[in-house]
């Protein structure tokens, strides 16, 4: 018998363009980074998670992230680096399942609800997608996995970075 419940994930890579400059740099590692404009008069495009311990995030004047981390380091975008870690990662996806609805170059939704046949249930979906994505790219990725677009989006962030957490019906009230 199959079942009528559909299994989507979403799939939210963490803090994605600082990621990518401290997987290109290892000296950026471990440092609080930001991407964005070089001048105080621009906004911060993504914050590391060691910045992010500072009050730091995407859309925050620059001005102000110097203000809460004097030894932040800021690093111009690299958009063409991005998307090409974007398509590889997309392509990973498209492995799983032709059903993929991207939201930015970092995130996406996945219908797996018949790719459960090939390869198993939409949990080992979702870990296998967070590995390969690991070994392909060296980038974390967190995920969801419920049986709708919102929950499946709600459930990415419950545990990141380079989380994964399933909420099926009957465990809203619990997990939510």
Do not use: W
């Not at 989507?8 to 964005?36: C, T, W």
């Not at 992230?65 to 996806?93: D, E, G, T, W």
């Not at 170059?105 to 939409?122: I, K, M, N, Q, Y």
């Amino acid at each position: 018998m199959i079942s009528a419940t559909r299994s989507i994930l979403h799939v939210d890579m963490d803090a994605f363009y600082a990621s990518v400059e401290q997987r290109d740099n290892p000296d950026l590692q471990g440092k609080p980074l930001v991407v964005g404009g070089s001048t105080n008069r621009g906004v911060v495009a993504a914050a590391s998670y060691e910045a992010r311990k500072f009050g730091i995030r995407s859309a925050m004047p620059m001005a102000e992230a110097v203000r809460r981390c004097q030894h932040l380091v800021r690093v111009r975008p690299r958009m063409s680096h991005y998307k090409a870690a974007s398509q590889q990662i997309f392509s990973i996806f498209h492995d799983f399942t032709p059903l993929v609805e991207g939201l930015s170059l970092d995130e996406a939704f996945l219908d797996v609800t018949a790719s459960v046949r090939l390869f198993g249930s939409p949990k080992n979906i979702a870990i296998n997608i967070k590995q390969r994505i690991k070994d392909d790219t060296g980038l974390t990725a967190s995920v969801g996995v419920a049986e709708n677009k919102l929950v499946a989006k709600i459930a990415s962030d419950l545990d990141k970075p380079d989380g994964l957490t399933v909420v099926m019906p009957g465990q809203y009230e619990e997990k939510l």
